[in-house]
């Protein structure tokens, strides 16, 4: 009976390890684009994309519910803080928060080990946090205009599957870019020549 028992368990967590997985492509977009939070929240586990709107400072706690989520946007929404248990979104594959007022985006954003495209343009961040460099699958980061100068050293981890970051409306220096440059060399920087504050560069 005891190995039974354990069999069954086996199996159980088996058939959970299954449906965890993230969806594939194709599949994830056949899924519906939920809107509404109290809809989603009435099958959370049935949840792999999300579209916000709302006001408040910061992310409504119960999003970090609806862990099976690929596709989550909350865009203008006037947040200030992305909250850390964003970390919990683990199958996030697309995360967009543009054009809110947050100034730092959290160290556990190194959790989304699946994301591939990061929408952080429109914001007040200065900096990337040291996590970053875990985002091995990460492709795409847009952060044009905000008062991003400076990358941190775990980035370069990123060096050979970043294939574009959007740094347009920042005005770097060359030192800036020339610096950004070495750290991500097979990366296409783009920017946004102004005055003399850049060489005859042109991307």
């Given at each position: ?9 086996f ?8 449906k ?10 056949q899924?519906p684009?939920?809107?509404s939070?109290e809809?989603?929240l ?6 792999y994309?999300?579209?916000?709107k709302?006001k408040a ?7 970090f519910?609806l862990?099976?989520l690929q ?10 803080v992305?909250n850390q ?7 996030l ?6 054009g ?8 556990s954003?190194?959790?989304l080990?699946?994301?591939k ?6 914001n ?6 040291e996590?970053i ?5 990460l492709?795409?980061?847009?952060a044009?205009?905000?008062p991003?100068y ?6 370069t981890?990123?060096q ?17 870019l ?8 097979y ?17």
């Amino acid at each position: 009976m005891t190995h039974r028992i354990v069999g069954i368990l086996f199996l159980m967590m088996a058939i959970s390890a299954v449906k965890a997985q993230p969806l594939s492509e194709e599949a994830l977009k056949q899924q519906p684009v939920f809107t509404s939070l109290e809809e989603a929240l009435q099958n959370p586990e049935q949840v792999y994309r999300l579209k916000l709107k709302f006001k408040a400072d910061s992310m409504p706690e119960e999003v970090f519910q609806l862990t099976n989520l690929q596709e989550l946007t909350a865009a203008r929404c006037k947040m200030n803080v992305l909250n850390q248990n964003i970390g919990k979104l683990t199958h996030l594959e697309y995360l967009n928060v543009m054009g809110n007022h947050l100034v730092r985006l959290p160290e556990s954003i190194g959790n989304l080990i699946h994301l591939k495209t990061l929408v952080i343009c429109r914001n007040l961040i200065e900096a990337l946090p040291e996590s970053i460099g875990n985002l091995k699958k990460l492709t795409y980061i847009d952060a044009w205009e905000n008062p991003l100068y400076v990358f941190p050293e775990s980035i370069t981890e990123l060096q050979h599957t970043l294939k574009t970051i959007d740094l347009r409306q920042i005005d770097l220096h060359n030192d800036e870019l020339d610096r950004m440059e070495a750290q991500l060399p097979y990366t296409d920087i783009k920017y946004t020549s102004t005055c003399d504050c850049h060489d005859n560069r042109n991307k």
